[in-house]
Every structure is written in C-alpha cells, then in structure tokens.
C-alpha cells in the first residue's frame, strides 16, 4: 500500500506507533511542501506557520536545522515532488491529557508531483461552493492541525475531474477559502485584493501570506476581512492559492463567469515564481522595486 | 513505550500506517468500552453509534461478528480493563478526497482499568468549567470521532488531581458536557433530568444514552435541552456519566457545592450495574418493571 518514501524520527519505515496521539486524537500539524530544484520552497513560511502552531498547541518544536536535515534527506535526488511534514505529540496513553514530557513524532513523505491539467494556470478553474460548512474555532483558526474532517467530507462532494476545487462557508455564511486553498477577491479597478479574515476558522496559506505581504509593491492594497458570497458576485475577478498550485485563477464559481484577464498578472506571475524560492523575500526575482 | 496489547486488522503489532488516514486527517471513529467479568460491557451501544458514525462518514463497516471477535480476543484472559476500538478509512494518499474503495483500519487497544478515587462514585467529584469552548458543527456533532483536540485543550487545563472533570460549554454559552463524560442536570424534586442537546456539537454517549431510554422506568423524565451556567447553578443536583465512570455525582462546581443526596440514587446504581452488562437491555438486574 505505502509506495512514498516516509522519514519517521529520521528512520526510513512506513509505519507509526498505533499509540502515537497523530493516530488517537489528531494532536498534531503538518505542512506541505513544494519541492522545485531539489529545494524545498517557501521553507521560512512553513517553518513559521509550524511554530505557532506548536506555540498554540503547547508541543517542543525539533531544531529547524534537524527539520532541514531531515527535509533534504527526503528530497533526495528528486528535482521536482512534494514534501510532507507532520508533527505530533507522540505517544500516549489513552486519555486526552497530553503527557508531561511529550516526545514529538516527526514523520516526512515524499510524494510524485500532483498532474493538474497545465491549462489551470492560464485559463483559469471552475469551482463550487461545498455543501460543508466549517466551524467557528478561534483556538485552532489559522492552524494547519491534524483535525481534517470538516475538509475530508467537503473533498468528498464531488468527484467530476473537471471541479478544481470546493469554496467552504462557515455556519454564517463567511466564505473561509477553499478546501485545500486560500482565496483571493479582486475589487476596485484591480486595486484591491481581499482575502478571508482567519481567525475563526480555516488556514494561513503560506502564499496568501506572502501576499499579504507583498501585493503593496505592487500597487495592490492586500486586506483580510469578512467576505459572503454577495462579494465574490460582484468581484472582479477570483483566484486560489496554495504552496503546489501557486495561483489559479477562477474562471468560474457555480452559474458564474469571470474574465481572468482582468487579474493583475503581473503580481501572479511573480507570486508563481516566488513560491519555487526556498526564500522568496531574499531572492525576489522579478519585483519591480 | 507501547505497554499495551493492540490488534491492527487482526494482528498483534504495535504500528499503524503512516498512510493511514486516520493519522493523516483523524479521519475514523472510536469507541472505549469497558469489560467487566471477561465481556464487553454496553456491546450494542458502542455499535449502534459506531454504525452511525460509520454512516456519516461514509465508511464500509467490519461486520459485528468481525469487531466481537477480536475484541474478545484483545481481552484474552482479563476480567476487567478497558478496550478502545479505532476505526479509520485506512490507507490512502495526499489530498484529502477519500479514496474510492477505502478499506478500513481497525484497531482494537486493551488497557488496565483506570485508577480513579473509589469515593468518586459515592462522595461525588469536584470540577470546573474550562476555558476551552467547543466548536458547533452539527455534521460531526454526537459522533465519537477522532477529531479530538478540543477536547486535549481543555484537558490540558488543569494537573491538580483532586480535580475529576472539566465542563465545556460552546461558544454561545451553552453547557455542552464533559471533556470524557456527559452531563444530567436534576430538578423539579428529582423528577426530571436534562443532558444538553447534542446537535451542534459533543458526544453522544453510550451511558446517556441508556439514561434517556430507562429513566422513565424510575419514575424520572429525561429530556435533551439547550442548558446553560446559570440552569446549573439553580439544579438540585449533577452528575456525569460515562462507560468507564458510569456515574459520578458532582459535589461541587468552581465555588458552587451540591448536595449529593438529593439525587435519585435508585436509579444511580441501576446505572451502575447496567453499565457492567453486554445487554443491559436484556437483563436488567435492579430495574423495578
């Protein structure tokens, strides 16, 4: 069954302890990592999402330098594939209460490059609103935690190939993202960029928050705010990202179109060429400033 | 680290699958059953909300004649301990999309029994409400599944021992449960007892739900309600159930004490000896009709 190579605690198996508390409760995180040129991209971003994580969480984080070891040793010779790291909290008896001294699990996978069609980058992707609501916990929100259910029956909603992906509400009817990306809401003659408030619910993408942080050199004002379905109607324009995907442009939500080109292609491509940098905000390749 | 016996699929191993999905998302159920004289106590209701966890998530189900077999066979020669049965969609990939034909992981556990205070049950327990409040989500809302860190938050705050059990309440304020038990609240001179509603969030208990169906027979009516602090504070007593407490009678909450006689202690150790039957709807041994 298990055809990737798997790291656990730096030893090559494809097996975990029955009792490690990943498997009991999902106590743990994990981060998925592009890999382009043999480097793992975005390393910062996910080694910070990963620390607030084990902040909120209250787990020993490993040494980055033993994180970037293990990494490397993963990667291999492989020059283009996707790295998955997850942390937990070790093993554990069989109540909820963490133990004193937990002994964190790390385990790292390696996984083929996903095959999305090539034309998703360019024309653009057809999404739908899930069914599948995601809800309000301020503890987690932001966390890229084990506790997957919520994205696990959004995912499970649709199986035509032709679906990118599933936009997901939460019990209030705030867009949150996508099921396995962040979204994007274009306005203002190109001007302005919204993107979910998160702190009730959902993910802090790696690449919305290089967004976030970098759209201002681009003459783009980046906001997190609440956002419902009535505001992607009158958008101008759409688009999702993730550390594999980059950017896709939505081409269409539902019974509704948007014209790609109106996207400020220019910062997209940059956002493209940023998230294969292991350190895009030392080597930014093609901003204007 | 792995003290304890675990069956995988039928096999004695103490590992699982680092593709299991069950470690991957928490994407299974479990149920912690209690064995009394050699047999696992409240069979049919672990199974029954087994099958129904089954049936939201969309996982085939083992057959029962499967699950008793090796749950017997994880009890060995034991006469009391406790058994935990985790249920996974099994091996799969990356995304979070399920794979097609999934096939289970079933993972029996036996552990020693848990070494709570014997006069728990008689002088009744001290708890608090905790800090961490539970997310509503009424697709997941009864189940047992292995989403679980809400729960660890809210375990994770305290360490005093004298402490039995932590409320929690979700966001909007209502009395949800326990961290490990469900909650009955008693008014009207002992002839009505609440559980909050279950259909946003917490789970449905094998315990509460054998309350729900019997009480009557004690001349108490027990009804699910929206309940909230301030229902608690005017209640003439509380108790907490579970499969491995049965019951605890709550002596007091933060500053608030309850007297503990005044709860209906026919009916408390009817419980009591219910919950050590495989059937207690077969044999009831204290019931008065």
Chains 1, 2 share one sequence.
Request: hydrophobic fraction near 40%; proline fraction near 7%; include cysteine.
């Amino acid at each position: 069954m298990m055809d990737t190579p798997v790291l656990v605690d730096g030893i090559p198996t494809a097996s975990v302890g029955a009792n490690d508390r990943g498997f009991m409760y999902g106590d743990g995180l994990f981060e998925t990592i592009a890999v382009h040129d043999g480097r793992p991209c975005l390393w910062g971003f996910h080694l910070g999402r990963l620390r607030k994580g084990v902040d909120r969480l209250c787990l020993p984080c490993p040494s980055e330098d033993l994180l970037f070891r293990e990494c490397t040793e993963i990667i291999g010779e492989q020059r283009r594939c996707v790295v998955k790291l997850v942390l937990t909290r070790g093993a554990g008896g069989r109540g909820y209460g963490p133990p004193e001294r937990p002994s964190p699990t790390r385990v790292f996978y390696r996984y083929g490059w996903p095959d999305h069609p090539l034309d998703w980058q360019s024309a653009g992707v057809r999404v739908e609103v899930c069914h599948t609501r995601l809800a309000d916990q301020p503890l987690l929100a932001g966390l890229k935690h084990l506790n997957r259910l919520e994205q696990v029956l959004a995912r499970s909603e649709w199986k035509d190939p032709g679906r990118a992906e599933g936009l997901m509400c939460d019990l209030r009817g705030r867009v949150i993202g996508g099921t396995m990306s962040n979204l994007f809401v274009l306005s203002d003659s190109a001007t302005v960029l919204a993107t979910p408030l998160l702190d009730r619910c959902g993910i802090r993408g790696t690449v919305r928050d290089l967004i976030l942080k970098n759209a201002h050199r681009f003459g783009i004002s980046a906001v997190e705010k609440d956002l419902y379905l009535s505001d992607l109607a009158e958008a101008e324009g759409l688009f999702l990202t993730n550390a594999l995907i980059g950017v896709w442009p939505v081409r269409q939500l539902g019974e509704q179109g948007y014209d790609v080109g109106r996207l400020p292609h220019g910062f997209l491509n940059w956002i493209r060429a940023a998230v294969q940098e292991t350190d895009p905000e030392i080597r930014n390749p093609c901003a204007p400033c």
